[in-house]
């Protein structure tokens, strides 16, 4: 089992940069695929992007593709998210997840994963 607990929301004007954190627990960070995901109250879950285990392979939704760049760093049993260029519409709770499992494939769904952060909220102004 994993916990997870995300850092690094605020706020900030539209164009500007934010990087969230999403620490683990544990011992086999490195055991695990992580994602990012956000919502807004009243939507459903939206994908935003997702790294392996091994940090080799990454994917990203349309909505942030070449604005946001997610990385990890299992010495430190830490994943972020860099987020450039942000818009209003990027506005939400931002939340990591874990999905146990030594494998390239990238899952981009949130019921593929079993482990959830608390979320850390994001507030993009125009």
């Known amino acids: 089992q994993v916990q997870l607990v995300e850092s690094g929301g605020g706020v900030v004007q539209a164009g500007g940069s934010l990087r969230l954190s999403c620490a683990a627990s544990?011992?086999?960070?490195?055991?695990?695929?992580m994602g990012w995901f956000r919502q807004d109250p009243g939507k459903e879950r939206e994908f935003v992007a997702a790294?392996?285990?091994?940090?080799?392979?990454?994917f990203y939704g349309d909505s942030v593709k070449g604005r946001f760049t997610i990385s990890r760093d299992n010495a430190k049993n830490t994943v972020y998210l860099q987020m450039n260029s942000l818009k209003p519409e990027d506005t939400a709770a931002y939340y990591c997840?874990?999905?146990?499992?030594?494998?390239?494939?990238?899952?981009?769904?949130?019921?593929?994963?079993?482990?959830w952060g608390q979320g850390t909220q994001v507030t993009v102004s125009s």
């Open positions: 790294i392996s285990w091994s940090g080799g392979r990454v």
């Open positions: 544990g011992r086999t960070f490195d055991n695990y695929a």
């Open positions: 997840a874990a999905r146990s499992g030594r494998t390239t494939v990238i899952f981009t769904t949130p019921t593929a994963y079993a482990y």
